[in-house]
């Protein structure tokens, strides 16, 4: 089964994370799955949801937005991801 991989840039940190299967909440607070350090992200700011194939991105109402190729996401709509896309958390 194909490993889906991410890669985050933000001015807070740059790194590759490996999607595992199921939910992960991405967001500011130490305690979730993958913390972003920047106050312009929410606690609770999106989720992905992978299969190990597919991997969705949903916005959790977050207070700054969630963009996918400079296009916020409408929260709670699932958005699925492709390789190439650019993901911004926040402004």
């Known amino acids: 089964m ?3 991989r ?3 840039l933000d001015p807070t940190i740059a790194r590759e994370f490996d999607v ?3 939910i ?3 967001g500011r607070e130490l305690s979730i ?3 972003i350090p920047n106050p312009q992200v929410s606690r609770r700011h999106a989720q992905l949801i992978s ?3 597919i991997c969705e991105l949903v916005d959790l109402g977050s207070a700054n937005g969630t963009f996918i190729n400079d296009e916020r996401l409408i929260p ?4 699925t991801l492709e390789d190439g896309m650019r993901l911004r958390f926040g402004p």
């Open 51 to 53: 299969d190990g194939q």
């Open 20 to 22: 595992p299967l199921g």
């Open 6 to 8: 991410l890669t985050i």
């Open 76 to 79: 709670q709509a699932p958005r």
């Open 33 to 35: 799955n993958l913390p």
């Open 2 to 4: 194909p490993q889906i």
């Open 24 to 26: 992960t909440i991405i």
